[in-house]
């Protein structure tokens, strides 16, 4: 894992990529869960207390946070202005942001779902995205590229994704409700690579299948026209480090949310 490297604080630890610390106008962090640090909306006390580190670390003050309401949706929130911005977030379930403006940070939250990280350096735009499988089958994270290249004027050979901490295909495993959702969206994908595989297990559903987001995620974005090397996985699953990372899985209920933050000073 030589893209990542974690910052270790006296009470708070992070994760980074590599590659988005070229970029000294990027701000970026992905939180551990040591000293029970978590991002959770419905956790007021928690979030508050954690959200102080995230102030302290970075020089930032809670003004300057957008921290929406998520749910599973491909609904994406493009930064207007701060009021504007405030209202949706307090009126309507997003689950990606797109934003331009300096000095504004973006925080969603993941348990096993992928963070997305896109940042385009010659136009200065960034997408912080969740996406959970639901999020997946509707494409929320080939959504965001389309709305960088038509809005910002991004082009897609300068994007640069990174993948956060997220459930890794050995653990991702699913029945054939799930299945047959993955199949419908992606038939070329499921012909064409080695998106899905059957497994001998069997639970109360039937069947389980394992189903690889990472790398069908990979195969869209190169069609959506990213390069191969600017799509960058931590290669960290959450369920097998859970001791390092919240998983809904793991845990087998939801305990809390790792945040990722990304901002342009």
Not at 5 to 18: A, G
Not at 28 to 37: G, I, K, M, P, V
Not at 224 to 251: E, F
Request: aromatic letters at 10%; charged letters at 35%; a negative charge.
């Amino acid at each position: 894992m030589d893209n990542i490297k974690i910052i270790k604080k006296e009470d708070f630890e992070y994760l980074q990529f590599e590659r988005l610390l070229e970029f000294e106008e990027l701000v970026h962090a992905f939180s551990l869960r040591t000293y029970e640090t978590g991002f959770r909306r419905r956790q007021p006390n928690n979030i508050e207390k954690n959200l102080e580190k995230v102030y302290k670390e970075f020089n930032i003050s809670a003004e300057q946070i957008l921290q929406p309401e998520q749910n599973h949706t491909d609904n994406i929130l493009e930064f207007e202005n701060k009021e504007i911005s405030d209202r949706r977030i307090k009126e309507e379930i997003i689950d990606g942001i797109i934003i331009d403006k300096p000095q504004f940070a973006t925080i969603l939250t993941a348990a096993d779902c992928i963070p997305m990280l896109f940042y385009d350096p010659k136009n200065k735009v960034i997408a912080n995205i969740h996406s959970g499988w639901r999020g997946t089958v509707k494409r929320i994270g080939v959504k965001a590229v389309d709305i960088m290249m038509k809005k910002y004027g991004s082009k897609p050979e300068n994007i640069i994704c990174c993948t956060f901490p997220c459930i890794h295909k050995d653990h991702f495993e699913v029945n054939d409700d799930v299945l047959s959702l993955y199949k419908e969206e992606f038939k070329e994908e499921c012909k064409k690579y080695n998106i899905i595989e059957k497994t001998k297990e069997h639970n109360e559903k039937g069947r389980e299948y394992k189903i690889d987001n990472i790398e069908l995620y990979r195969v869209l974005l190169k069609e959506a026209g990213l390069l191969d090397k600017n799509i960058i996985d931590s290669g960290i699953c959450t369920v097998c480090h859970m001791d390092q990372y919240y998983s809904k899985r793991g845990d087998k209920e939801l305990i809390n949310t790792n945040g990722l933050l990304a901002m342009i000073k």
